[in-house]
């Protein structure tokens, strides 16, 4: 079981040039997750994915799009990438048993962005 | 807006001694509370989960809840050097998947 993967684990990008941050996970959960986590900010939910077929916008959507392609994966795309979008950026997957959501994540992708 | 709050730190704890890590939420909706560990340059990992009031043990591990006070904290005993790390603290919503509302996080430095 390789867990959740993440794709690329680096990444140095200009502004305004575009890029989309691949996620997997093998454990058939339900609802996936996009982070970003800046320093001395804690994380932050970008999107997130309840079931396939549906996303919805967390906390910092703006500048970023999703698109969840199966059960197992989970897209962040950014458009025109700005300096603020420097981030780590963590995916997570999980199964919800009413108020029980544990989530496992992945090992981060680091955009610099130029 | 929901909000965790922890204290940046660091907290220093020499070996062997109780670290202990506190949280402070603000949506009285949230029913579970998590947390995370979290090295330097890797990503965060559950290490425990609590929902009802009171304590929870887990090896050298206890969690805290107090639901009046909107409180929750993690004791770890025993304190090695592995066990310095940045300590997360996440509220989940109230039901349904829509992610986690973490705090900044503690970080916390266990001296040999």
């Known amino acids: 079981n390789a867990g959740v993967t993440q794709t690329p684990k680096f990444q140095v990008l200009k502004t305004g040039q575009s890029m989309t941050l691949q996620c997997a996970q093998d454990?058939?959960?339900?609802?996936m997750y996009w982070y970003r986590q800046d320093p001395g900010m804690g994380l932050r939910l970008i999107y997130y994915s309840a079931s396939e077929g549906t996303t919805d916008k967390g906390e910092v959507p703006n500048g970023y799009n999703v698109s969840r392609l199966n059960k197992r994966e989970f897209s962040l795309r950014l458009e025109s990438a700005a300096p603020s979008q420097t981030s780590v950026y963590f995916c997570?997957?999980?199964?919800?048993?009413?108020?029980?959501?544990?989530?496992?994540f992945g090992p981060g992708t680091r955009l610099t962005v130029l | 807006q929901k909000e965790v709050e922890q204290n940046s730190g660091p907290l220093s704890v020499p070996e062997g001694a109780i670290a202990s890590l506190n949280c402070t939420y603000s949506?009285?909706?949230?029913?579970?509370f998590f947390w995370y560990r979290q090295y330097s340059g890797k990503s965060p990992e559950l290490i425990m989960f609590?929902?009802?009031?009171g304590d929870k043990e887990d090896g050298r591990f206890t969690a805290q809840l107090n639901k009046a006070s909107q409180y929750v904290s993690l004791l770890i005993r025993d304190s090695q050097p592995s066990d310095s790390a940045t300590y997360l603290c996440?509220?989940?919503?109230?039901?349904?998947?829509?992610?986690?509302?973490f705090g900044k996080g503690t970080h916390l430095i266990i001296q040999p």
């Open positions: 609590i929902y009802s009031n």
């Open positions: 997570a997957s999980s199964d919800v048993w009413g108020s029980y959501n544990e989530q496992f």
């Open positions: 949506d009285r909706g949230s029913q579970s």
């Open positions: 454990m058939n959960h339900n609802s």
């Open positions: 996440a509220s989940e919503g109230g039901g349904g998947a829509d992610g986690l509302t």
